[in-house]
């Protein structure tokens, strides 16, 4: 039988109308129409359009968009084996519509005899693989029926090969509640021209009432279609029926129920089916339309009848990622690993491969499904090339791949084993790659304490695991990037906490030695400090123990005296900004008032001579303040020989201290403080008096004098 005469064909209404349109298609790779012939570019600013695509391209081959203006570019010249190349790059690295597919396979149908049909079957196999598409499966099963020399000469190979072909069609639309009935009624045509062609009818007869009442047995939209298609095709085997009718009355009882229950799906569906289906919406309405069918369909817990409207779903929205998140989810639920599942998480990358949770969900798939070393090593090389909105996601996708290593090489299953080199190799190049991006520090920490560990307790290599800690910390050292963060004390403290889980306590105790007079965030220097002493306390001796009160209690002091200056000076900005708008309304009637100074009355001059003495002397003592605070907590030990000198006691800190001045005045103005309240206690001062010398040091004298320094 000649296939390519009869009567199969799976073209709807609108295909037909176009049957001109596609055969002049296939006839020819130059498809411009005459009214866009005339609105095309010319040659020669093609040929610059060309070269400006394939620079671009060169350098950013993830611009999807230049990939599909260059292969139109392309397939408008006719440039064959460009075009061929085109097509191949961008199917590396992205999946191709199905409308793409089709005018690929049409593009090299075109160009070939029947007999080298198989090259474009391949094409039609690899679009199928990407998306669930029923116009693709119909283009795909038109051009068997039509152009597979062995189907078209009705052989039994031939015949066979169509079957097969049809059945994975029905499997692949069976659930499609809007299209997949366009399938089946090209399967039963198939096996009714097959049965004008044979002797032994019986058994075709059988063939093809069991795919009706399978079809049957299935909600379509146009259920009632296919069962007076059924009912009249019985009459021509000589039933009696009325094919008048869409009831079920003359059919089999088993069919009947069948068909209702199918019916009653439908009608429950009907409405979620007009959302998803109708024209003139925007996408987000059709998007929110179509996940409320898919919460509609997981009420109903049919595994099956979910996957078939996400694939529908995908199809319609290939770039959204949460829709591949949702869809991976869900089968990671349900189906927990298998090959469907991984071959949804590969069309996932590749449909969204800048989401860097699908590709580390994808790489525990493949751990779940027991795949080889070589193919998750591919996996997660091809992630790494991929560009990730953060930082967050490349750290994850590191982490991942080592645990994975790490479960492997624990469990060292089958002929798959694996060498702890490859682990470290894996922490090398995320520190390569992470370490000049990652200033914030804290993934970096993540990642070399995950490292050190590993050396430690799964390689059993001190020396490594040391140098972990050791080659982290001499970095962030080196580049003073820890300064405003809390990861460099964690580092320290994490280097430590393995030193003494292994009961090294001296090299614990040196690690301290080093780090605790280093400035940490926050209270974290305070911090160190009393860990080095509560660490002395439970692993160290007496003596290591007043050693480390020797080194930790200065540099606490110097801790304090250094909050209570920024406390100082925090409190004295606050003052000057609440002061400021208060002296800039003096300095105003100051400088409208000094226009008639001249003309103010003796008294009134007199007034004004002796404010101006007052605010002198305010100054002054101003000074002395600052010069007492700064002096009094300064760290580094004076001697003072000048006979202008105060003697300060009573002070809450260092008892004492010997305040040299500039001059008698300012002198003067300090010892009018004794007496006076400083940081909650009163001081005492005194005029160090140098004649007395040090035959009277340390007794204040009758005279209010001081021996001197």
Not at 238 to 265: C, F, H, P, Q, W
Request: proline content about 2%; overall charge negative; glycine content about 4%.
């Amino acid at each position: 039988m000649d296939f390519e005469k009869s009567s199969v064909s799976i073209k709807d209404d609108t295909e037909m109308a176009d049957d001109d349109t596609a055969q002049n298609s296939e006839s020819s790779l130059k498809l411009s129409s005459d009214s866009d012939s005339s609105d095309s570019e010319d040659e020669a600013e093609q040929t610059q359009q060309l070269r400006a695509l394939e620079s671009d391209l060169s350098t950013n081959p993830s611009n999807y968009d230049a990939h599909v203006l260059y292969i139109k570019l392309l397939r408008m010249r006719g440039e064959i084996e460009k075009l061929r190349e085109a097509r191949e790059n961008m199917n590396v690295l992205f999946p191709l519509t199905p409308a793409m597919w089709v005018e690929w396979a049409k593009d090299e149908a075109s160009l070939l005899n029947d007999s080298d049909s198989e090259s474009v079957e391949k094409l039609y196999e690899r679009g199928i693989s990407e998306y669930l598409s029923i116009p693709l499966w119909r283009e795909y099963l038109n051009y068997v029926l039509q152009h597979d020399p062995k189907v078209c000469d009705s052989s039994v190979d031939g015949i066979s090969k169509a079957r097969n072909l049809f059945e994975r069609a029905v499997t692949a639309a069976a659930l499609h509640v809007a299209q997949g009935s366009q399938i089946w009624d090209a399967y039963t045509q198939f096996e009714q021209s097959i049965l004008q062609t044979i002797d032994q009818s019986d058994i075709q007869v059988r063939r093809i009432r069991s795919i009706f009442h399978r079809q049957l047995s299935i909600p379509f939209a146009n259920m009632k279609s296919t069962l007076l298609a059924y009912k009249a095709w019985e009459v021509e085997q000589g039933n009696s029926l009325d094919a008048e009718s869409d009831n079920v009355d003359g059919i089999s009882s088993r069919v009947a129920s069948s068909y209702r229950k199918a019916e009653e799906m439908y009608d429950a569906r009907a409405h979620l089916e007009e959302h998803t289906t109708r024209q003139g919406i925007s996408e987000s309405e059709r998007y929110q339309h179509f996940m409320s069918y898919l919460g509609f369909e997981k009420s109903f817990g049919d595994p099956a009848r979910v996957q078939s409207l996400y694939e529908r779903a995908i199809t319609d929205f290939p770039v959204s990622s949460d829709l591949w998140l949702d869809y991976t989810c869900y089968l990671d639920k349900i189906l927990k690993a298998g090959n469907l599942v991984k071959d949804v998480y590969s069309r996932a990358t590749r449909n969204c491969p800048w989401v860097g949770e699908l590709w580390v969900r994808y790489l525990l798939c493949l751990e779940h499904g027991l795949a080889s070393e070589k193919e998750i090593s591919a996996a997660f090389e091809k992630s790494v090339q991929c560009t990730f909105s953060t930082l967050e996601e490349y750290l994850d996708l590191f982490l991942t791949r080592v645990d994975g290593l790490r479960h492997r090489i624990s469990s060292a299953r089958g002929d798959d084993v694996l060498n702890y080199s490859l682990i470290r190799e894996s922490f090398q190049q995320a520190r390569d790659y992470l370490s000049p991006h990652l200033k914030n520090t804290d993934g970096l920490l993540r990642l070399h304490a995950y490292w050190a560990c590993l050396e430690l307790k799964l390689n059993n290599n001190l020396t490594a695991a040391r140098g972990v800690w050791g080659s982290l910390l001499k970095t962030w050292i080196q580049e003073c990037i820890c300064l405003c963060s809390g990861s460099m004390l964690e580092a320290w403290q994490g280097y430590i906490a393995m030193e003494i889980a292994l009961g090294h306590i001296n090299e614990a105790r040196a690690i301290y030695k080093r780090c605790y007079s280093k400035r940490f965030s926050g209270t974290g220097s305070e911090d160190i400090c009393h860990a080095w002493l509560r660490f002395e306390r439970e692993f160290g001796t007496l003596d290591d123990l007043d050693h480390s009160v020797q080194k930790v209690m200065p540099r606490l002091e110097e801790l304090r005296l250094f909050r209570l200056e920024q406390e100082s000076k925090s409190l004295t900005e606050v003052t000057d900004q609440r002061e400021q708008p208060l002296k800039e309304t003096a300095r105003e009637k100051r400088k409208s008032g000094s226009i008639a100074i001249d003309e103010q009355s003796p008294a009134k001059r007199q007034k004004t001579e002796a404010n101006d003495g007052e605010e002198k002397k305010g100054k002054v003592e101003e000074q002395v303040n600052e010069q007492l605070v700064k002096d009094t907590y300064s760290s580094k030990t004076r001697l003072f020989t000048d006979q202008c000198t105060a003697f300060v006691s009573n002070l809450n800190i260092r008892g004492l201290a010997y305040v040299n001045f500039k001059d008698e005045e300012h002198l003067a103005a300090a010892l009018a403080k004794n007496k006076q309240m400083l940081l909650g206690k009163k001081l005492s001062i005194t005029r160090s008096n140098p004649k007395r010398g040090k035959r009277e040091s340390g007794a204040l004298t009758t005279s209010g004098e001081c021996p001197s320094p």
